[in-house]
């Protein structure tokens, strides 16, 4: 019965995202819509198998609970992710809920908000429906206006880099993630990062510290098990500096692994969700799917 739920499902959602006209969830464009695009083939690369071609074999009895946490920059910039997730977070949240009929399985979904400073969401605890996710999407997306800080600092966001690494910290330290869930972080940014000592705000006069450094921020991913699925740029005309956006997220960072690739997950280009290329339901509801019931790393 699970099994059945779980593929039906999955047709649906993909079909209803137009599946068939989407690349490979798990294809990375270099360019960003231009004729002769180069398809890279980085480890955080390797082509997604279709989800209806997904077999799960006869003695698979996974029941296995879902905590998924949506660790988002709320900048200016990013407006428009929050007006695509609150439109598309009832299907990714329907998707988790069909994935198991057991009686005891119960996916949850949290959020982290952050620019240059953090904010846990909620209280740290899970939302308890969609249409309260939906609902906290819409404030965040009003928010991304105002050039504020989501944790209340009082500088004004001046600078380019955000506090991802702080961000992915504070979700792996506050969010009540259950021994044995499955712990996806759904991490979304255009933009580059710093981290300890290094401070942000303005690039004149920066006050608010970074207080990881991208080692230990990795430590922390690592050892909670949390499997970093990041949506980033290679580069943005709204930030241009540094126009190189790839290490951490695409590639390594100071000599180590990307956060995708330490905790053993994805990268997508987000220049290809906002075209239309690549749908964030299918994405993360494949992704999903592909690290259930499975072993960390």
Known sequence: MMRAILLVSALALLAACGAENQPSYGDVPTDTGHE????VDTPSDVPYEPVETLEITDDVDCYQDIDIVFVLDVSTSMTWVLERLASEIEAVWTYAESMSDHVDYDPSFGLVVFVDDVLVTNGSSPYT?????????NVWRA??????????????????????????????ESYPWRPDALHIAIHVTDDTFK?????????????IPVNHTYAQTIDLLVTSEIRVGTFAVHSSSACPFPPNKDPGFFAPWAGQLSIPDATGSRVWDLTQVQSGAISLTAAISGFVLEEWCTEFI
């Open 36 to 39: 002769g695009i180069d398809w």
């Open 129 to 137: 429906s969609a249409a309260d996710l939906r609902e906290e999407f």
């Open 143 to 172: 928010f991304c206006s105002t050039e504020a800080q989501p944790g209340g600092s009082a500088c004004r966001n001046m600078d380019c880099p955000e506090n991802t690494l702080d961000a992915l910290a504070a979700a792996a």
């Open 195 to 207: 981290e300890y000592p290094d401070r942000l705000c303005s690039s004149l006069s920066p006050t």
